[in-house]
């Protein structure tokens, strides 16, 4: 086959792909992220929302800041959490979607 007919990949692009699945990898990170795309949230709301301890979420939060999927405002003494990248939230609900349709409609129950 001629190779002038494929496009390539370049190694960021790779790279930044497999770092946002990797995100996408981790069940309590789903969770955040899906609520995330619903409603701006405290550390403390996310905590209770999801029946997490404030320590595994700000450790989940912490990832999700540093790879730019959510972001923060500060209000007094309280960091309000919220999403940070639209395509990754799309990538999120169609595998949801997804998920729900495999298991006959049940993925939100």
């Known amino acids: 086959m ?8 370049t190694e ?11 995100a996408l ?12 795309a619903e409603e701006e949230c405290s550390v ?3 905590s209770e929302v999801l029946g997490l301890s ?10 999700l800041r540093n790879i730019r999927l959510v972001k923060f405002r500060r209000s007094a003494n309280t960091l309000y959490y919220s999403c940070d990248d639209n395509h990754v939230i ?8 997804h998920a729900s349709c495999e ?3 049940e993925a939100n129950a």
């Open 90 to 97: 799309s990538l999120l609900r169609q595998a949801v979607e």
């Open 12 to 22: 960021p692009t790779i790279e930044s792909v497999s770092t946002i699945f990797k």
């Open 25 to 36: 990898s981790d069940p309590t990170r789903i969770r955040i992220l899906y609520l995330l």
């Open 54 to 63: 404030q320590s595994a979420v700000s450790h989940q939060l912490s990832f």
């Open 2 to 9: 001629d190779k002038s007919i494929h496009t390539f990949l």
């Open 44 to 46: 403390t709301h996310i």
């Open 103 to 105: 298991m006959g409609g």
